[in-house]
């Protein structure tokens, strides 16, 4: 089942009101495209994307599961929605490592999202120690088990595949790897979700830049891209725009 690709840009704590000016090449190419394209900026400059970026579609990068109370520092889904939002990631693996996300906690973050209108681009991976000790698959399958929505549906939910152990090490994953990894996900989409699982896309998130995009969007089950440092630029985001675009 072939699904819309979705390549979305996370610029995590990067960016300034100047740094918007490259929104729109990225809206421009967007709009020539028949996929689906999104920024995820700083909470700070949310707003004023969407006012900049006319349809191309504004992200937050997290959100809390609830609505309203006493959590400083915390942005809840239905502020990002009033802030012109359409979707959110919730459960990156920085985050998970650095505030010690659990899966629970990144589950009821997703459902706050669906339920304000948002879509939930919900994070799984492993770590490196993870990896070599031949657990990838068990601990993807156990994050997704514990992270999914039981109501998710490819209207409201995405999943991103972020191999941990290749970034920053100099270790970079094969196409067989990745194969077998967005593979074992849709199984286990399908299920938790039932028949909603075939539905759900899945992108990969293992730093994607323009010369091995073509590649990794052509892998089944790669349904496009969470994209870190290259989707900061116009010139390198735009580019695998480009290559999703071409694969459909």
């Given at each position: 089942?072939?699904?819309?690709?979705?390549?979305?840009?996370?610029?995590?704590?990067?960016?300034?009101?100047?740094?918007?000016?490259?929104?729109?090449?990225?809206?421009?190419?967007?709009?020539?495209?028949?996929?689906?394209?999104?920024?995820?900026?700083?909470?700070?400059?949310?707003?004023?994307?969407?006012?900049?970026?006319?349809?191309?579609?504004?992200?937050?990068?997290?959100?809390?599961?609830?609505?309203?109370?006493?959590?400083?520092?915390?942005?809840?889904?239905?502020?990002?929605?009033?802030?012109?939002?359409?979707?959110?990631?919730?459960?990156?693996?920085?985050r998970r490592a650095d505030q010690h996300e659990t899966d629970a906690e990144v589950r009821a973050k997703a459902e706050a999202a669906i339920a304000a209108g948002l879509i939930a681009i919900v994070c799984v991976g492993e770590t490196e120690s993870e990896r070599d000790a031949g657990r990838a698959l068990a601990v993807v399958e156990g994050q997704l088990d514990g992270s999914i929505p039981p109501?998710?549906?490819?209207?409201?939910?995405?999943?991103?595949?972020?191999?941990?152990?290749?970034?920053?090490?100099?270790?970079?994953?094969?196409?067989?790897?990745?194969?077998?990894?967005?593979?074992?996900?849709?199984?286990?989409?399908?299920?938790?979700?039932?028949?909603?699982?075939?539905?759900?896309?899945?992108?990969?998130?293992?730093?994607?830049?323009?010369?091995?995009?073509?590649?990794?969007?052509?892998?089944?089950?790669?349904?496009?891209?969470?994209?870190?440092?290259?989707?900061?630029?116009?010139?390198?985001?735009?580019?695998?725009?480009?290559?999703?675009?071409?694969?459909?």
């Open positions: 089942m072939a699904l819309r690709k979705l390549v979305a840009g996370n610029w995590k704590m990067n960016g300034n009101r100047a740094a918007l000016d490259e929104l729109d090449g990225i809206a421009a190419a967007a709009a020539s495209v028949d996929i689906d394209v999104a920024i995820c900026p700083p909470f700070t400059l949310i707003a004023p994307a969407v006012a900049k970026a006319g349809a191309l579609p504004i992200g937050g990068q997290d959100c809390h599961a609830s609505a309203k109370g006493a959590h400083t520092g915390c942005i809840s889904a239905a502020m990002l929605n009033e802030a012109g939002a359409t979707l959110v990631i919730v459960g990156h693996s920085e109501a998710g549906e490819g209207k409201t939910l995405v999943v991103a595949y972020e191999p941990v152990w290749a970034i920053g090490t100099g270790r970079t994953p094969s196409v067989a790897d990745v194969a077998e990894m967005h593979a074992a996900i849709r199984v286990r989409l399908t299920t938790i979700l039932g028949e909603r699982g075939a539905g759900v896309r899945i992108l990969y998130g293992g730093s994607v830049k323009p010369d091995n995009a073509a590649e990794l969007l052509s892998v089944p089950d790669v349904d496009g891209a969470l994209v870190g440092g290259a989707s900061l630029t116009a010139a390198l985001f735009v580019p695998i725009v480009e290559a999703a675009a071409a694969i459909g």
